[in-house]
């Protein structure tokens, strides 16, 4: 037959919370946390990704590209209807060997005396002996092509793909305000709600430690005063055990006393004369 194991009453409730620290959240909790996560991340790359195209566009020196990509933001009509102001557009590095009439190339030109970014339509190409070709460009939505011609070592890239209405929303996140409202403050609303779920987090595991703690204590106690009764019992079981003995030999020691008194006593008493008994005649 097996023996039946039993749990002390202190290991009971500290087992009982554990468990309850361990629970799994509930699937919302989860579904919630997963949101906020999203949320928080995405903020993050917006964050880097509106940070970085800023800082390379304003600087002259580059254009932005993300693993191999160059994004860029439409800001004219000029190429209406095929690329709207607002649209986010990519494009990849090409050989300009390769281009034919009809691509769309973005490119760097003077644009009102400074220095820019233009993506336009390639209209025509002239070759000029020296293995670098010389592009003519025109927007769909212009009249005429441009005044400026583009040298080959001035393309950045060949379109590629748009989507619409993002580049007004990484022109917006590069503004101090557009940046603050969208970046700053819900990164810093999220820092804070990690933090706030951090400390409860943290206080809770310290209550909960704090009860475990407070239970084994308890329990030690318990044990102690329930080992300390026993010892009592016990004593007080020789104890009544040592009493009956004592008592039992002072009641054998009377019993021979008054055994042996009488034996002495019958010993003493005088013999008595045997009385004559009649004869029948």
Do not use: C
Not at 244 to 262: D, G
Request: net charge negative; no cysteine; glycine share 6%.
């Amino acid at each position: 037959m097996k023996e039946k194991k039993t749990i002390p009453p202190s290991e009971a409730v500290v087992q009982e919370e554990e468990i309850q620290v361990t629970k799994p959240e509930t699937k919302g909790k989860k579904v919630a946390s997963t949101i906020i996560n999203v949320i928080l991340v995405a903020a993050i790359v917006l964050a880097a990704v509106s940070t970085y195209m800023a800082f390379v566009s304003s600087s002259g020196q580059g254009t932005p590209n993300i693993f191999g990509l160059q994004m860029y933001s439409i800001q004219t009509d000029s190429m209406y209807d095929t690329l709207l102001p607002g649209d986010l557009i990519f494009s990849t590095k090409v050989d300009p060997a390769t281009l034919e009439v009809g691509d769309i190339i973005t490119y760097w030109t003077v644009i009102d005396g400074q220095r820019a970014l233009n993506t336009h339509r390639v209209h025509a190409i002239f070759d000029m002996g020296d293995g670098k070709p010389l592009f003519a460009t025109k927007g769909d939505n212009n009249t005429s092509a441009d005044p400026l011609n583009v040298q080959s070592g001035n393309i950045v890239g060949k379109y590629i793909g748009r989507v619409p209405g993002v580049g007004k929303f990484i022109d917006y996140l590069q503004t101090s305000e557009g940046f603050l409202i969208v970046v700053v403050i819900p990164v810093f609303i999220f820092f804070l709600f990690y933090l706030v779920q951090f400390f409860r987090v943290l206080f809770e595991y310290q209550n909960v430690k704090n009860r475990i703690k407070y239970e084994q204590e308890r329990g030690r106690t318990e044990d102690i005063l329930a080992e300390q009764q026993r010892k009592d019992q016990e004593q007080k079981e020789l104890e009544r055990a040592a009493m009956e003995a004592e008592l039992r030999e002072k009641l054998k020691a009377e019993l021979l006393a008054s055994m042996a008194a009488e034996a002495k006593k019958e010993e003493s008493a005088p013999e008595q004369p045997a009385e004559d008994t009649p004869t029948e005649e």
